[in-house]
C-alpha cells in the first residue's frame, strides 16, 4: 500500500510540476517560453495599436508648405481645434494642393490642407469656432473665389 501511494504521490507530483521536464524532453515549448512569447505578441500588438493611432491623428492634421521646398508637411494637430473651415478646394494631388495654397494666400488667413482618411486633401483659407463666424469669413471668400465653402469638422 505505501509503495502504491509513493507512486502515485510521485507520479501526481511529475504531472503537475514536471510538465516542463516533459515538454522539454519532448521537444516542445515549456511554460517559460509560452510565457515569453505572449508577453511578445502582446508587446506587439500594444505597439501596433500605438500607431494605428498615430496614423488616423496625422490623417486629419492639416499639412502647410514649407518655406522654398514646395512640399507638404504635417503641422501640430493643435491647429485643429476649430470646428468649421471656410474650404476653397478638394484635391488627390499634392501638386494641386500647393498651387491652391499659393493662390489663395492673403484672402482670409494663411492657407493650410487637410488630408482626410479617404486621401482627399482640402484646402482651408480660415478655421472657425462658430457657424456664424465661419458664415462671415465664407461671404469673404466668395469674392475670390465664387466656389469656396463651409466644411464642419465632425
Same mark, same amino acid.
Not at 488630408?115 to 482651408?124: A, E, I, R, T
Given at each position: 500500500m505505501d509503495r502504491k501511494l509513493?507512486?502515485?504521490l510521485a507520479?501526481?507530483?511529475l504531472l503537475f510540476s514536471g510538465c516542463d521536464w516533459v515538454r #522539454? $524532453?519532448?521537444d516542445m515549448p515549456t511554460s517559460k517560453q509560452i510565457? #515569453? $512569447?505572449?508577453e511578445k505578441?502582446?508587446?506587439a500588438q500594444k505597439a501596433a495599436a500605438k500607431k494605428d493611432t498615430l496614423k488616423a491623428d496625422t490623417l486629419a492634421?492639416?499639412?502647410k508648405t514649407e518655406a522654398g521646398k514646395g512640399t507638404l508637411t504635417l503641422v501640430p494637430r493643435s491647429e485643429l481645434d476649430k470646428v468649421y473651415y471656410v474650404i476653397v478646394g478638394a484635391f488627390n494631388s499634392d501638386d494641386l494642393v500647393l498651387l491652391s495654397m499659393e493662390s489663395h494666400k492673403g484672402i482670409l488667413q494663411e492657407p493650410m490642407a487637410f488630408k482626410l482618411p479617404s486621401g482627399l486633401k482640402l484646402v482651408s483659407i480660415g478655421g472657425y469656432q462658430t457657424l456664424e463666424e465661419a458664415r462671415a469669413a465664407h461671404?469673404?471668400?466668395?469674392?475670390?473665389d465664387p466656389q469656396a465653402w463651409v466644411y464642419k469638422k465632425k
Amino acid at each position: 500500500m505505501d509503495r502504491k501511494l509513493l507512486t502515485v504521490l510521485a507520479l501526481s507530483a511529475l504531472l503537475f510540476s514536471g510538465c516542463d521536464w516533459v515538454r #522539454e $524532453k519532448l521537444d516542445m515549448p515549456t511554460s517559460k517560453q509560452i510565457a #515569453e $512569447k505572449r508577453e511578445k505578441i502582446i508587446a506587439a500588438q500594444k505597439a501596433a495599436a500605438k500607431k494605428d493611432t498615430l496614423k488616423a491623428d496625422t490623417l486629419a492634421a492639416p499639412v502647410k508648405t514649407e518655406a522654398g521646398k514646395g512640399t507638404l508637411t504635417l503641422v501640430p494637430r493643435s491647429e485643429l481645434d476649430k470646428v468649421y473651415y471656410v474650404i476653397v478646394g478638394a484635391f488627390n494631388s499634392d501638386d494641386l494642393v500647393l498651387l491652391s495654397m499659393e493662390s489663395h494666400k492673403g484672402i482670409l488667413q494663411e492657407p493650410m490642407a487637410f488630408k482626410l482618411p479617404s486621401g482627399l486633401k482640402l484646402v482651408s483659407i480660415g478655421g472657425y469656432q462658430t457657424l456664424e463666424e465661419a458664415r462671415a469669413a465664407h461671404q469673404q471668400a466668395l469674392k475670390a473665389d465664387p466656389q469656396a465653402w463651409v466644411y464642419k469638422k465632425k
